[in-house]
């Protein structure tokens, strides 16, 4: 299933000023609960709680195509983890990518995103072996 995406930037700075966080080489993740998660669930299709994701990449990691290729792969990593382990829902979740990540491989950047997640307790099942 897609994304839900984090579009208003009141949101992105009240994870950024309330939420917990967690860092890593290649990115940074901060996690907020999300105030209007059970609107959200009602207005669902499958009547489910979801999560709200942005991803931040600024200039300073480069052009576009540096900081696109940095979304897509912290856009999958969080995909990956999603299908196989599980992210518990109903919360606003931001990542921010970090230099490292223009140019890592998928797997370092989704050892670092499991990592963050797994310190934020935000992991279904927690996997210590990959952590």
């Given at each position: 299933m897609k994304l839900t995406a984090i579009r208003e930037n009141h949101l992105y700075r009240k994870a950024y000023q309330g939420g917990r966080r967690a860092?890593?080489?290649?990115?940074?993740?901060y996690i907020?609960?999300?105030?209007?998660?059970?609107?959200?669930?009602?207005?669902?299709?499958?009547k489910k709680l979801i999560n709200r994701v942005g991803i931040a990449a600024s200039k300073k990691l480069g052009g576009a195509v540096e900081r696109n290729r940095a979304k897509r792969v912290?856009?999958?990593?969080?995909?990956?983890?999603?299908?196989?382990?599980?992210?518990?829902?109903?919360?606003?979740?931001?990542?921010?990518?970090?230099?490292?990540s223009t140019v890592s491989k998928m797997q370092d950047v989704k050892r670092d995103l499991q990592y963050c997640l797994n310190r934020l307790d935000m992991l279904e099942k927690h996997d210590t072996a990959d952590a």
């Open positions: 860092a890593a080489a290649n990115l940074c993740v907020l609960r999300d105030k209007k998660s059970n609107v959200l669930k009602k207005a669902h299709p499958e912290i856009r999958e990593a969080y995909r990956l983890i999603d299908a196989g382990i599980g992210i518990k829902k109903g919360n606003l979740i931001v990542i921010a990518a970090r230099n490292p």
